[in-house]
Structure formats: C-alpha cells, structure tokens
C-alpha cells in the first residue's frame, strides 16, 4: 500500500463519505488502484492536484519523460460519458486523452498549465475565454444513441432538487428565491427543444478550464475544459452555470447592474437567447448553493444563495 502518497480534499471525502460503503471501498483501495495504472501505463504518479470534487488527480510523468495527469473519478459518476466526450472532442476545447480504463474509471491526461480561475484576469475576460472555448466545445459530435427523456431533462431534474433540498435543509434561504428557481425551471423545461441541443460541457466554470502548454488546434481561446458532465441540452444551460459563479464579485457591488451586464456579454460572445442564461444562470445559482450545503461546504454554499436573493424579484416571476 502507499497510502502515504494519497493526499484526498476535504470536499471529496465528504462526498465519499455520502456514498456509504461503496465510497469507502474506493478510497481504501486508491493507493493500490494508482500502483497497478503505474505499471499499466508506464508512469510515475507525483503529487495529488487541488481543485477535484469527484475524482482524485495528481501529476504523473510517461516512461519517455512527458508531463501528464492522472486521474480516478469516484463510483457515483457517469464515468463512460465522462471519457466518451474528450474522446469525441479530439482536442477540441477539452483536454487531450492519452489512456483510458473504464473498469478502473481512470484517465492519463494531457498535461495542462494553471485554470483560469488562478489567473489575474478580470471578470469579463475570463467569461470571453469560457465562451470562446464553449463553441468549440459544442462542437463534439452527438454520439448515436444519446437522447433525452423529457422527464429527466435537466431544468425539471434541478427544480426537483431545489424543491427537496429546500425543504431537507430547513429552508435555508427565502421563499421567493426557491419558488423563481423553481419557476426558471418550469420555463427551461417547456422550452426544451432537441434539435437545438448540443453536448455540453456541463460544469464550465473558470475552475474547469485550464491553459494548454503551447498553441495547437482546438484550443485558440488559450485553454481547454477538463472534467465534462456531456449531455445533451440546450447550450445556455452551459453559459447559465458560467453565469452562476462571480459571487464576490456579485456582492462587493450592485449585484443585479453586474450580473445582467456578464449575461449580455455571454449572449452576445455565443448569440445564444440572453433570457434563457439568465434563467438557467439563476436555476443553477440556486440549485448549487443547496448542493453544497448538503455536502457541509457552508463556506462555498452561503455566497451563491446570498447573490441568488440580491438578484430574486420579489415577486417570484419575471426576469
């Protein structure tokens, strides 16, 4: 065993520990999951990255002396799809793929330099680079066979979540706020339309998108996203979750001037419908801050549903 080299994030313990036995299995048996890719792929794992809230990363170096990261997700996730859209992508706004073992649920990535979110770039400029990595992200070809049941699709699934945590939780922010994320979730619902949907990236905040190390093709923005959800949806749902950080940003101000003026800039860098990222923008916000909650993150939780109520119409209708 090598438990010595196997350093976990406290957010990702506590997401291990929700899933029960099988989360604990999986992190008992890490340190010798990492030997046997070690001798599988011929590299040498370094130190764990910070950052991962469902995988455990770390650098590694190839046999022939090349930089690469490695990388285990956690048993809850849909690891398939995961590794289908980088694959897919051939570098096209994500990642490069380098190895994959779908039963071990590990990748060998391309080695990447800081994410955006690090980098000392003011607000507006992180959301062009996200956007200009978003389209070519888009354009992943849909793989046969991935559809959507419009029961399961994403603004219903984020409303019922909001609903119940809401609720679970002791209702820890106002009735208006829950009752427009639920709203904004009834509107992106019945707004589903699948001829317009791409796969998304599903999680494309400044964190995700990381500098590639040199120019090449399919990553002119300067960077590249890691860690896609990849489903299918209707591309303001990945805008309306680049919309739903810059909380300090958010709250050292007026937070509603700010956030309608970083929507404008997301519709008008993509020409997807302002009013859909608001919507999902506000959804996202909402459902987020629950989540995080839930997992004990306060620290993480508490600004995004304080913004959520600075930019909630207290009539609980309307944008």
Known sequence: MVTERVEVQAVLRARIAQLGDQGEQWLVGLPD??????????????????????????????????????????????????????????????????????????MLLEALGPALSRLDLPAERMIAALCQTLCQAWSVPHPAGLVVDPALEKARRLGQLVGRLWEELGRPCSAAVADQAMLFSERRAAAFDLD?????????HPG????????????????VFVDPDGFLADP???????????????LAGDAASL??????????????????IWEWGFLERVSTGLFALQLGAEDLARPFLATAERLTTRRGAGT
Do not use: M
């Open 33 to 106: 999951l990492i030997v046997e890719l070690e001798q599988r792929w011929s590299i040498t794992a370094g130190r764990p990255l910070t950052g991962g809230t469902a995988s455990y990363v770390a650098r590694a170096r190839t046999a022939d002396g090349r930089d690469a990261v490695l990388k285990v997700e956690t048993p809850d996730q849909d690891f398939t799809r995961h590794v289908q859209t980088i694959a897919d992508a051939r570098g096209h706004g994500y990642v490069g793929l380098l190895a994959s073992d779908l039963t071990r649920r590990s």
């Open 236 to 250: 303001a749902y990945d805008l309306g979750v680049v919309l739903r950080d810059w909380c300090p940003q958010l």
């Open 196 to 204: 317009r949907c791409v796969v998304v990236h599903g999680d494309p």
């Open 208 to 223: 995700n998108a990381l500098r590639v190390l040199g120019r090449r093709p399919g990553a002119e923005s300067g960077f």
């Open 259 to 276: 956030a309608r003026r970083y929507c404008r800039l997301l519709a008008s860098e993509t020409g997807v419908d302002e009013t859909a």
